[in-house]
């Protein structure tokens, strides 16, 4: 019997701890309103009618679940900030689930953009494109409140709690004023919580979190919650593999302000990438680690962080991206070991038992910043630096093309043509040679990219290729720079050639098909094209592929009926 009782999830043992409980809430939610004060649903329910619902940019399951629950509570309508992920697409099509429209692009008619509430956020860094502040009448969120929070110029409502998900705060107060969860939205607030507790396993998980579930398993008809949780986890992290550095880096990443110990602001950018599958991630961590450098130029960040949380294993590694970062993070995680080959600060720290950017990541990071750290002088100069690049020039452009395997668009970052590029793996971290149209082929001295290199300025905050000079093994091997620190990499003849025939094989979301088309677009366009712009010739390339399987099939049915006859 025990060792049955080891072998329960902590979603199974809220489920059979709270059986009662939900029992006696349901049926109360079920009566009619508050015999012995009729006000109590009235002083509830002050957010206005019709107000649209919207989460915080780099969308997750909570912003969508909580939003959609909000709006059915608060009678309003849901938004979007941003594109949905993969898990989030899931969970709707699961509960049978219609997307929220995104809010940048919906019209008047559709949603009130002039009475909003933040659903899962507060930070003015992570609100909605299009969205103007003074319109904002209310937050319900779980995070901290922090120097970055919106302001307004008139009291707004307000519901924030330190649980575990945005949406046990919606559940709760469905529950609180008595009134009944439609089945779908149950369901989609059990996603929603599921997601953020990593299925109430991370540390921000508390009792409110248990009990909301096995409320709402119970209403939404979910006989195995586990299994729900496997369900999107596996769609989030089965989609890693298959979607450019850029949209993996971006996906969940958010910028915080805050307030050093001299009253100076200091702005940090730090992403989260979830996943079963760490050590197929991992092998991308060159590829990830150019996106975390572009995204601190682009965001004129002081330090840019990017965590690869392993929710199976409830560990985190980060990646650190040179002196500044590298700094920090040894002093909001001491006795913390780091791996940095070289003396660059770039490298990665293993954090156990750490998964939380709300609980481990930011707080630890904000209490060494408000404590006094203050880093060094070469890491200051060369943050400086970073951010004084021209982004397009130096890492290229973000541009929307199609791709074959993942049968939609993806957003890549493209170098412009001539431009110099990536020679080798990010100090030896990861598999040599990339994968990503961004990254240059490890070719020959001779090569075109070679020859850019030789010819073309240092980029900041870029790596280029620079000159021979023997090694602590007494080799001879080139060496990378990013900016203009320099680190070991391996040289051409231990590379893997990404060039010829089959390119790009291992660019996730793109085929070799849609590799070739997307270089002879932007060698007919003379660079990196457009932001967001549709390759046409990769589109077509896609539409030929399709048809001629379907040729293809009918010649081989045509054939079996001749066969028969």
């Avoid at 940019?57 to 509570?73: R, V, W």
């Avoid at 949209?247 to 302000?257: H, L, P, R, T, Y």
């Avoid at 909001?332 to 939380?356: N, R, Y």
Wanted: one cysteine or more; hydrophobic letters at 40%; charged letters at 20%.
């Amino acid at each position: 019997m025990v060792a049955a009782t080891q072998l329960l999830t902590p979603a199974d043992l809220a489920i059979r701890s709270n059986q009662d409980v939900v029992a006696s809430l349901i049926a109360t939610v079920s009566m009619k309103p508050h015999k012995t004060n009729p006000k109590v649903d009235a002083f509830a329910l002050e957010m206005p009618a019709g107000t649209t619902f919207i989460g915080h940019t780099n969308t997750d399951m909570d912003s969508i679940g909580s939003s959609l629950g909000a709006a059915s509570l608060f009678n309003g309508k849901a938004a979007a900030a941003s594109k949905l992920n993969t898990e989030t697409e899931c969970a709707l099509e699961h509960w049978g689930l219609e997307a929220p429209p995104l809010f940048e692009t919906a019209s008047d008619e559709d949603l009130n953009k002039n009475k909003v509430c933040l659903m899962d956020h507060q930070q003015a860094s992570q609100m909605a494109p299009g969205l103007d502040a003074s319109s904002v009448n209310g937050v319900i969120d779980h995070h901290a409140l922090q120097s970055g929070t919106v302001i307004t110029d008139k009291p707004i409502y307000i519901d924030i709690r330190p649980w575990g998900s945005a949406c046990t705060i919606v559940a709760h107060t469905f529950l609180r004023i008595r009134k009944p969860i439609p089945p779908k939205i149950a369901g989609i607030l059990l996603s929603g919580i599921l997601s953020d507790t990593l299925n109430l396993r991370s540390p921000t998980t508390t009792d409110h979190d248990r009990l909301v579930v096995a409320v709402l398993a119970n209403i939404s008809g979910c006989d195995d919650v586990n299994a729900l949780a496997e369900k999107q986890f596996a769609a989030k992290s089965s989609a890693l593999m298959h979607i450019s550095p850029y949209e993996v880096a971006c996906g969940d990443q958010k910028k915080f302000n805050i307030k050093d110990k001299s009253g100076s602001n200091v702005v940090i950018g730090f992403g989260v990438v979830e996943t079963t599958d760490s050590a197929a991630l991992e092998t991308r961590i060159d590829e990830l680690m150019i996106e975390v450098a572009a995204l601190k130029s682009e965001q004129m960040l002081d330090y840019s962080f990017l965590a690869i949380v392993d929710i199976v294993n409830l560990q985190s590694k980060l990646l650190l991206i040179g002196h500044a970062e590298s700094e920090l993070a040894a002093m909001a995680f001491p006795g913390v070991s780091s791996d940095i080959p070289g003396d660059d600060g770039i490298g990665a720290m293993d954090l156990a038992k750490m998964v939380s950017r709300k609980l481990d990541f930011i707080p630890k990071i904000t209490d060494a910043i408000v404590g006094g750290f203050k880093p060094s002088q070469p890491a200051v100069e060369k943050t400086e630096k970073q951010k004084a690049v021209v982004v397009e020039d130096v890492y290229g452009v973000v541009n929307k093309e199609w791709s074959l395997e993942a049968c939609c668009s993806v957003l890549v970052r493209r170098m412009k043509k001539g431009a110099l590029r990536r020679v080798s793996s990010f100090a030896n971290m990861a598999t040599p040679g990339g994968g990503w149209a961004n990254l240059a082929q490890a070719g020959g001295g001779d090569s075109p990219t070679a020859a850019a290199a030789a010819t073309a300025p240092p980029a900041l905050g870029l790596i280029s290729e620079a000159s021979t000079e023997s090694d602590a093994g007494g080799k001879a091997g080139r060496r990378a720079t990013i900016g203009n620190v320099s680190t070991p990499v391996k040289s051409p003849k231990d590379q893997k050639t990404i060039s010829g025939k089959g390119a790009m094989a291992r660019q996730g979301s793109l085929s070799p098909v849609s590799a070739t088309n997307s270089k002879a677009a932007e060698k007919k366009e003379g660079g990196g094209g457009r932001k967001e712009k549709e390759n046409p010739v990769a589109i077509v390339g896609g539409l030929v592929a399709v048809l001629g399987m379907g040729v293809g099939l009918g010649v081989l049915l045509t054939r079996g009926l001749m066969g028969r006859k």
